[in-house]
């Protein structure tokens, strides 16, 4: 994207006379960017936004009950019913924007809350060291952990 101040530039020398091929080369920008911008007058282009999808919480928090908590039957009845084309990703992420989704904090094991000793990311990419002091040598291996069925 050219800068406004650039684009300045182009339109400035345009109308000093200069050649496009030359403004060109002294920007070091495309000849067709330079036409581009001279036929814009120097002026930044009006860009406009579509309105982001919005889903009506209520409705969210109805399907969300009605469905059980099932994201994808929730995205199935929107998409139907309810008439919003959304991408499923979209959808899971408003779903955690309102706070809906699964807590896993309450959930039971020794990597509830866990944090790398250096990373602090959570337990998907808890580092060796730290994965040998929760769970001892004998169950850690080159690709993860051990079950403690296996051993």
């Known amino acids: ?52 999808i919005g889903v009506d919480p209520d409705l969210l928090i109805r399907l969300y009950n009605d469905c059980q908590g099932k994201i994808q039957r929730i995205h199935e009845k929107l998409t139907e019913e309810q008439g919003l084309c959304m991408a499923y990703p979209t959808l899971t992420k408003i779903i955690r924007e309102q706070g809906l989704g699964k807590d896993i904090s309450g959930y039971p094991g020794p990597w509830n809350g866990l944090r790398c000793c250096k990373c602090a990311t959570g337990i998907t990419r808890l580092c060796r060291r730290r994965l040998t002091e929760i769970f001892g040598p004998d169950r850690l291996t080159r690709k993860g952990i051990y079950p403690m069925k296996w051993i």
């Open 1 to 52: 994207m050219i800068t406004a101040d650039k684009r300045r530039a182009v339109y400035l020398l345009y109308q000093e006379g200069t050649g496009v091929r030359q403004i060109a080369r002294q920007l070091n920008a495309s000849i067709n960017t330079v036409r581009t911008i001279i036929g814009q007058k120097g002026q930044m282009p009006e860009t406009v936004r579509k309105d982001q």
